[in-house]
């Protein structure tokens, strides 16, 4: 792991502590799974609120949770960056170790469940739900996008990931999917 990557994680950790406490808690992924469903125009108590809570819980609870090393309840930054280098040991590994999370998170994004994400959804989602400024998702998609679709595709957005949470190289399109990264 380089100090570029710390960075990026540092940047994924506060769209995450949504309550900006300096933790990740189950409260923040409950947050997150609230703005999910509000981004949906759902309702909590729906089918959708319903499975959209699940999941994010069950993201707690294989993802965020075992990075607790101190067994209080909440990720500070240290905890998740080390749980982070613990967990993403090789980037040929990506299909195990993020692959399950980054399906979750296209489905979440993928509003109109058409396979793909279009610009709004990103803008959506990513503004709404992990607080990234507008002109930043726009030039974001922009650079995913590099096929010129208008969309991104699943495996479109599985390559988004892997580069974040694996890449080392600043001027990568996904280094600033959870906001801009001043390395």
């Known amino acids: 792991m380089t100090a570029f ?3 990026k994680y540092a940047q994924w950790f506060r769209g995450a502590d949504v309550d900006g406490d300096g933790f990740i808690t189950q409260k923040d992924v409950r947050l997150m799974s609230g703005r999910y469903i ?5 309702a909590p108590d729906s089918a959708t609120g319903r499975r959209l809570t699940e ?3 069950d993201f707690w609870a294989h993802v965020i949770a075992p990075m607790d090393q101190d067994g209080d309840g909440k990720v500070d930054l240290r905890e998740m ?18 692959g399950p999370a980054t399906d979750l998170f296209f489905d979440l994004a ?8 279009d610009q709004a959804e990103f803008q959506q989602m990513f503004g709404r739900v992990a607080d990234v400024p507008g002109e930043d998702c726009a030039a974001v998609f922009a650079a995913l996008d590099r096929n010129g679709s208008g969309g991104l595709d699943r495996a479109e957005f599985h390559q988004a990931l892997q580069e974040f949470f694996y890449g ?4 990568a399109p996904a280094t600033h999917l ?4 001043d390395a």
């Not at 080392?168 to 001027?171: A, C, G, K, L, Y």
């Not at 959870?178 to 990264?181: D, E, K, L, N, S």
Request: avoid cysteine; aromatic fraction near 4%; charged fraction near 30%.
């Open 5 to 7: 990557q710390d960075l």
């Open 178 to 181: 959870f906001g801009r990264v």
């Open 38 to 42: 509000a981004a949906r125009d759902t």
């Open 110 to 117: 993928d509003l109109n469940a058409d396979g793909v994400i």
């Open 55 to 57: 999941a994010m819980d």
């Open 168 to 171: 080392t190289d600043p001027d």
């Open 81 to 98: 960056t080390e749980g982070f280098k613990r967990a993403l040991t090789d980037r040929a590994l990506a299909p195990q170790q993020t």
